[in-house]
């Protein structure tokens, strides 16, 4: 990556086409919108390192109302991570449209590049609507979008979730992109250099390892007696080693097996076609899918949806056994729950 600030051309993922963006940066980044993404927090402290990323993947998967969603996250000290998931298929669409070069770059959620903050609860303008975000100890725990802010209730109504006053930064006419995404860390040569000899004095030692080693056979292949019991003692420590592996082997055998049974008996393309089946003929926007075994939950917003027809649709089906709709934290939000056949 360059380490020079300057003018670069940057790509936003937009409905399937990319749009060019420039402002000075330290590379070109490819970008998900805001308004094209969902946001959620896992907490990953109790998930074995190895196993981490298979979650993410499942929680996506859960998650997301496409067939397919590509995502990405960044971790903190506490071991919580915040992911961004976006539609794949839109994204590959657009990214089929872009200059050769850039087509295989990663692609990160335009809240990354803009500017992050430590404490509190902010309003960042994106190149569509805003984001708003809650912080916590450097952290970026909670973020929603808005398309605008022509209503103060919505202002209002995120100061009293969060509990704090609202820092705004709308005054400017564009969004406050940075020049590397705050998910990232800097490049360092310092650092770089430190590894390197990090790197090259384990593979000194490693040789030096070996060459007693080899020696060590060698003088104990010929006092083989006088050593045997160093020998066993080895031997042991070895076979120690060996069952520790298998242990571990093991316990993410189970737990793998554990993640197997919590599969849901549908396949989201099969609740995302049926659901998108039901309602067809109806205008609404989509705020939260939720999607594990045995229920869906959707959070849409429509300023005179008729709950007894959208009831009566959802449960004229095979593959829903009932809904129930509920008021909605925002004005003009319904919660609906749907409970899945044959599942218990």
């Known amino acids: 990556m360059s380490q020079a600030i300057s003018l670069k051309t940057h790509y936003l993922l937009r409905d399937s086409q990319p749009q060019e963006i420039q402002w000075a940066a ?92 430590k404490e509190g609860a902010v309003i960042r303008r994106c190149a569509r609507g805003y984001d708003f975000q809650l912080w916590q100890g450097g952290a970026l725990i909670e973020s929603r979008w808005q398309l605008t802010l022509e209503d103060d209730s919505e202002i209002a109504l995120f100061q009293r979730v969060s ?29 770089w250099i430190e590894d390197e000899i990090a790197v090259m004095t384990a593979v000194a030692s490693a040789a030096v390892f070996l060459l007693c080693l080899e020696m060590g056979m060698a003088i104990a292949y010929g006092l083989r007696t006088q050593f045997a019991g160093d020998n066993v003692l080895a031997l042991q420590e070895a076979l120690g080693e060996r069952l520790q592996y298998r242990l571990e082997a093991e316990r993410l055998r189970t737990v793998n097996q554990e993640w197997a049974g919590l599969r849901p008996a ?78 218990l």
């Open 266 to 343: 549908y396949t989201h393309l099969e609740v995302v076609a049926e659901f998108t089946r039901l309602m067809e003929g109806q205008q609404y926007d989509l705020v939260e899918w939720e999607y594990q075994r045995g229920g869906l939950q959707v959070t849409l917003s429509k300023s005179d949806l008729d709950t007894k027809e959208v009831v009566t649709r959802l449960e004229s089906g095979d593959l829903f056994a009932g809904a129930r709709i509920e008021p909605g934290l925002r004005p003009n939000e319904y919660d609906i729950s749907i409970n899945i056949a044959g599942v």
């Open 163 to 191: 509990g704090q006053g609202v820092a705004i930064d709308y005054a400017a006419a564009d969004p406050d992109w940075q020049p590397r995404p705050w998910t990232e860390a800097p490049f360092s040569w310092r650092r």
């Open 26 to 117: 330290y590379d070109s980044y490819v970008i998900a919108p805001r308004d094209d993404c969902l946001f959620f927090v896992l907490d990953l402290e109790s998930v074995p390192n190895s196993a981490r990323i298979p979650y993410v993947r499942q929680q996506v998967n859960k998650r997301s109302p496409w067939a397919s969603a590509s995502y990405y996250l960044t971790t903190g000290a506490d071991g919580t991570a915040a992911v961004w998931m976006w539609d794949d298929s839109a994204a590959q669409t657009a990214l089929a449209k872009l200059p050769p070069d850039v087509r295989t770059a990663r692609i990160f959620p335009e809240s990354a590049l803009l500017s992050m903050a």
